[in-house]
Nanobody, 125 residues
C-alpha cells in the first residue's frame, strides 16, 4: 500500500518555474515506479513523466520534454517534478502516481495503482 500527497502547486506567471513534490508513505516506495500526470476539465488525464524504482529510465511526454524533469529521492520517499518555462497551457491539476510493485515506468494511467489527491497549477499570461 502506498499513499501519496502532492504539494508545490500554485499560481505563477508565464515563463516561471515550479517544483512539485509527492511524498509517499509506506515501505513499498522503493519497489514502485512513479509517474506524473495532469488533468483539465473535459480532457483525458495526460501523462507527463515517469521514473523507475531505481531512479532511472525517465520518460517524458513530447509536450513537456526539455522543460520538465522528474526525479526521486528514496531517502525522503519523495518524487519531484521540476517545471520550467511554464505557459498557460500547463494550467491543470497535477497528480503523482505509483505503479504496482516491480513494474516499469509507464505512460498509461491504468498501469498505476495509487494516486495522490492532486495539486493545482495555474499559469497566467
Amino acid at each position: 500500500q502506498v499513499m501519496l500527497v502532492e504539494s508545490g502547486g500554485g499560481l505563477v506567471q508565464a515563463g516561471e518555474s515550479l517544483r512539485l513534490s509527492c511524498l509517499a508513505s509506506g515501505r513499498a516506495f522503493s519497489t514502485v515506479s512513479m509517474g506524473w500526470f495532469r488533468e483539465v476539465p473535459n480532457k483525458e488525464r495526460e501523462f507527463l513523466a515517469a521514473i523507475n524504482r531505481y531512479g532511472g529510465g525517465m520518460s517524458y511526454a513530447d509536450s513537456v520534454k526539455g522543460r520538465f524533469t522528474i526525479s526521486r529521492d528514496s531517502a525522503k520517499n519523495t518524487v519531484y517534478l521540476q517545471m520550467n518555462s511554464l505557459t498557460p497551457a500547463d494550467t491543470a491539476i497535477y497528480y503523482c502516481a505509483a505503479s504496482r510493485p516491480y513494474s516499469a515506468g509507464s505512460p498509461f494511467a491504468y498501469d498505476y495503482d495509487y494516486w495522490g489527491q492532486g495539486t493545482q497549477v495555474t499559469v497566467s499570461s
